[in-house]
């Protein structure tokens, strides 16, 4: 039976299909384990997945972006690709841990071609659990066999002249690669750069109404408000799955303000890789009676 077409309101920026939370890396700075590391996520047929996804009506220039955890570790990571509706484009968020020939030969790179100012593989470097010289020789298979893949690294403050480095490295070899600043604690500073002072990494809680861009879907396929939410097992507000789900873009009541996950506060770039852009937005922040 094929669900009720559901369109993306006009504001949203994102969409994260989180394909599951489990990953095969385990870098110290993931912000995805602030709560449970211990890889056992709920997961879902692929079936489940394209049925669910295919469902969306976004525009051009609004990609489902695939992910997790390491999306590549879902059973049915290629036909999820390959059965993804054509008029929807789709992003890839991996750490590149996966067989690049098989991923080759599996996907036509065409499938993942679409106009933006950042390459559709977007592939994490993480210098604790891969080698430059790998990660480097892997993006080179894929841009030889037609993807477009760039590279990303977090500055850690502990691995941040050496992912510098790891950028001139790519650089030479033509890949574009870009880099993100840390998030989170380090030795008992909040580093990062975050809209609204006190949301992050406070011991107190503050009610609001927040409001997001962006539409977070669970390894099941449950919606969540945001990031917080889905790491640290909040109540979902829907599931693609359900025949009558639809996407409301309203300010939902919070009492978590003060606990929010850096991914949904920071500053950062928006799909046109405009600066400046938060994923939420909140108003009426109050002290819990
Ligand atoms: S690769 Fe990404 S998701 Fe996996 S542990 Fe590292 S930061 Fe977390
Ligand atoms: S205030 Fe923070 S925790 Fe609450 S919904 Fe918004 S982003 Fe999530």
């Known amino acids: 039976m094929s669900l009720k077409k559901i369109y993306l309101p006009g504001r949203f920026n994102y969409i994260a299909c989180f394909l599951t939370l489990n990953c095969n890396f385990n870098c110290d700075y993931c912000i995805n ?3 449970k590391r211990d890889n056992k996520w709920p997961q879902i047929s692929g079936q489940d997945w394209t049925h669910a996804l295919n469902r969306l009506v976004s525009r051009r220039d609004l990609p489902i972006t695939l992910q997790g955890g390491e999306p590549s570790l879902h059973p049915d990571f290629f036909s999820i690709i390959n059965n993804i509706e054509t008029q929807l484009n789709i992003d890839i968020l991996t750490n590149l ?4 020939e098989k991923f080759a030969k599996e996907v036509n790179p065409s499938r993942l071609k679409r106009e933006a100012p950042y390459s559709s593989i977007r592939a994490s470097y993480h210098s604790t659990q891969m080698s430059a010289d790998i990660f480097i020789k892997k993006i080179l298979y894929l841009q030889k066999a037609g993807f477009s893949v760039g590279g990303y690294g977090v500055l850690h403050p502990l691995t941040k002249d050496h992912v510098l480095e790891t950028k001139e490295k790519c650089e030479q ?6 880099v993100k ?12 750069l975050y809209k609204f002072e006190g949301s992050v990494g406070s011991t107190t809680r503050l009610k ?12 099941d396929c449950k ?3 945001c990031h917080h939410d889905l790491y640290k097992g909040f109540p979902h507000i829907g599931n693609l799955l359900e025949p009558e789900f639809d996407i409301e873009d ?18 950062k770039t928006n799909r046109f890789q405009k600066f400046g852009h938060c ?3 909140i108003k009426d922040i109050v002290k819990a009676n």
Do not use: A, M
């Not at 070899?173 to 870009?178: C, S, T």
């Not at 609001?208 to 390894?219: D, V």
């Open 208 to 219: 609001c109404k927040c409001r997001t861009t962006e539409l977070i879907i669970g390894p």
């Open 173 to 178: 070899f033509g890949i574009d690669f870009r």
């Open 250 to 267: 309203i300010f939902r009541d919070c009492d978590q303000y003060g606990d929010c996950n850096p991914c949904d506060l920071k500053i």
């Open 181 to 192: 600043d840390f998030l989170g604690q380090h030795e008992g500073e909040l580093k990062g």
């Open 33 to 35: 384990w602030l709560e």
């Open 97 to 100: 841990s996966f067989d690049v």
């Open 279 to 281: 994923s939420v937005d």
């Open 223 to 225: 919606v969540y408000r």
